[in-house]
């Protein structure tokens, strides 16, 4: 009994520190918006961007957001997803595209804005190919810096196949984002927030035979292998919740030797001399 107290103690621990890792669970886009890590990338963005530009192409706009903040530095803004964007803002023009096969002639932006885009394309080189081929004069570019992908991986209850968390399928740091981009010469570099998220093989193997109970399951994910909606296990074997709480325990002890990384990297390329 002292036993299974301990995995529901540890398990509901473990349950409200990744409520509070997803960001309040990433359903409630203001709140979102307003929390200290989202205000801090914001602002480092916004910060970075090349001024006296004056057209600009921001790939994957979502809901917007990005797209109206730009309007305030370039006379011309194209917010681009994969389906043409819902909102109406003043000043920005919506398309549909596939950020690796751009419907846009070389050198079509003065600047092409790409941020929390890049770790969701399969087709990575096609798309630093193409954000490349389409701007005239700047790339800025911002992805999460060095994430360990097996934190917050998640189970799908259909085909039983694990997904990266959030649907991030690619890891960054500094040097591959140089070498992604060979065309242009990295201007600024800045790194943004602090996180000690990480994990180890067998905690991660432990957390895969437990289901991935706290893995990324909100804002409507869906399996990479399968297309399902992916749903957070709720009927788990007494092995499988200890298999979990286990993990947890071992990722705690980690936790005491990790060393604190930033949670994002923020890179700003020139492809030609700053026109003054």
Not at 2 to 21: G, N
Not at 72 to 87: I, K, Q
Not at 90 to 103: I, M, P, Q, R, Y
Request: include cysteine; charged fraction near 25%; hydrophobic fraction near 40%.
């Amino acid at each position: 009994m002292a036993y299974r107290r301990w995995l529901s103690t540890l398990a509901l621990e473990h349950a409200a520190q990744q409520i509070a890792f997803q960001g309040y669970g990433m359903s409630d886009v203001t709140k979102y918006r307003q929390s200290d890590k989202e205000l801090l990338r914001t602002e480092d963005l916004l910060r970075v961007i090349p001024k006296r530009r004056r057209s600009v192409l921001d790939i994957g706009a979502r809901d917007g957001h990005f797209s109206r903040l730009l309007t305030t530095h370039f006379e011309e803004v194209t917010a681009l997803d994969l389906g043409r964007p819902a909102f109406d803002i003043e000043g920005v023009h919506n398309v549909a595209g596939d950020v690796t096969k751009l419907s846009f002639a070389d050198n079509s932006f003065d600047c092409v804005f790409c941020a929390e885009v890049l770790e969701h394309v399969p087709n990575l080189l096609a798309a630093c190919s193409e954000i490349q081929r389409v701007a005239k004069y700047d790339i800025v570019i911002g992805v999460p810096y060095k994430q360990d992908t097996r934190v917050g991986r998640a189970t799908c209850s259909k085909c039983w196949m694990i997904n990266p968390p959030w649907g991030h399928l690619h890891s960054f740091d500094q040097e591959r984002l140089v070498k992604l981009f060979p065309q242009a010469t990295p201007a600024s570099t800045s790194f943004v927030a602090v996180n000690k998220e990480a994990t180890n093989w067998l905690s991660s193997a432990l957390m895969d035979l437990g289901g991935n109970p706290w893995g990324a399951y909100a804002q409507d994910q869906r399996c990479l292998h399968c297309g399902a909606t992916l749903v957070r296990p709720t009927d788990r074997l007494f092995w499988q919740r200890a298999c979990s709480a286990l993990a947890v325990r071992l990722n705690k002890l980690q936790g005491y030797f990790e060393r604190p990384k930033s949670e994002w990297i923020h890179v700003v390329f020139e492809k030609q001399p700053f026109e003054r």
